[in-house]
């Protein structure tokens, strides 16, 4: 058909999905062999090529039985991906499809009946029932609704179609009206779809985001525990060396102070014996201090000692804590590599 009238928006008129929806609703089409055919296909799995059962959905709009799903990547093991456009799953999908699965139960339940009515029939019983399920008549003249009138989108009857109402008007067949404006809701759904996948993909980069930000957090954080570890442990064998120092100038200064004090022990000693020999010598009876003056006053004369501070026998304290963070700090420059770190990787 080389042009076809738009749907008019004026009060009374019937859009395009009322037109469908009206169309399946008030009268149940005819169905022959080849729809039931075509219905079947579509409510087959791609995998087991059975009507589906639990049926699941894809973020890429693909349907499949789950068992069937499940069996097709515990093949493929770790790999998760469509069967049919080869596209990565996320750990979210798939998800459950109540609408598919209804559709799906009630085709087998209407397979059903048709097959129990079939085998109570006769042959030209189940000829007829193959070809018409049921007409839809019309409710003013009682004729069965055969055309479709493209410029008031209403179904008539051959009646209806002489009527001064619709006169003038491009009549189609049901078969072709409907199909004329399914095609037309198609190119419409091309666009819907487009943007559902475009929506999809934006939600699976948040997902893939969200998982590259926890696996960044963990790798960012391995590398500061192991950089402070660095430190840290430098700092440690830093502390122990510079303990080490401060040690052995501690037993150095306590080696030179019991030297000097075992020396002043001697003197002592010597000091005191002298001293206590004199005063027994002046103790005794005046003839034998006489006679042993001679040898007293020369134990009287022992040499003086000289007592003078011991030098350089404390510690340095100042060499030890006299700027040390800075001088930790400076040791640290040789260890520390400045490195240009770029955002976003």
């Known amino acids: 058909m080389a042009s076809r009238p738009r749907a008019s928006s004026q009060p009374g008129k019937l859009s395009l999905p009322q037109i469908i929806k009206g169309t399946s609703s008030l009268r149940p089409r005819a169905v022959s062999n080849r729809s039931c055919s075509m219905l079947e296909n579509e409510l087959s799995c791609p995998i087991c090529c059975e009507i589906f059962k639990e049926p699941v959905v894809l973020k890429c709009s693909h349907s499949f039985c789950r068992v069937c799903l499940q069996q097709f990547w515990s093949k493929k093991k770790a790999k998760r991906e469509c069967p049919i456009c080869r596209r990565k799953c996320s750990l979210t999908e798939p998800t459950v499809s109540l609408a598919l699965k209804n559709v799906a139960d009630t085709f087998l339940r209407e397979q059903g009946k048709r097959g129990a009515t079939a085998g109570l029939g006769t042959g030209a019983s189940v000829a007829r029932e193959d070809a018409v399920v049921l007409e839809e008549k019309c409710e003013t003249h009682g004729e069965v609704l055969k055309l479709f009138c493209m410029d008031d989108f209403e179904v008539l009857c051959c009646v209806c179609h002489t009527s001064k109402k619709h006169q003038g008007h491009k009549m189609y067949p049901l078969d072709e009206g409907a199909q004329d404006l399914k095609t037309e809701l198609k190119k419409e759904l091309i666009p819907l779809k487009k943007n559902l996948r475009h929506l999809y993909e934006a939600k699976q980069e948040c997902d893939d985001t969200t998982v590259h930000i926890k696996s960044q957090t963990q790798a960012t954080e391995k590398q500061i525990r192991q950089e402070f570890e660095e430190l840290r442990g430098f700092l440690k064998q830093e502390e122990d060396a510079r303990l080490a120092v401060l040690q052995k100038e501690d037993e150095e200064k306590r080696e030179l102070v019991r030297k000097r004090s075992e020396t002043i022990t001697r003197d002592i000693l010597t000091f005191s014996h002298a001293v206590i020999a004199i005063e027994n010598?002046?103790?005794?009876?005046?003839?034998?201090?006489?006679?042993?003056?001679?040898?007293?006053?020369?134990?009287?004369?022992?040499?003086?000692?000289?007592?003078?501070?011991?030098?350089?026998?404390?510690?340095?304290?100042?060499?030890?804590?006299?700027?040390?963070?800075?001088?930790?700090?400076?040791?640290?420059?040789?260890?520390?590599?400045?490195?240009?770190?770029?955002?976003g990787l």
Do not use: C
């Open 281 to 343: 010598e002046i103790a005794s009876s005046d003839v034998q201090f006489l006679q042993n003056y001679t040898n007293t006053k020369k134990r009287a004369h022992l040499p003086q000692k000289d007592l003078e501070k011991l030098s350089g026998a404390l510690i340095g304290v100042a060499k030890h804590v006299s700027s040390l963070k800075y001088q930790v700090w400076a040791k640290m420059m040789e260890l520390v590599q400045y490195s240009k770190y770029l955002f």
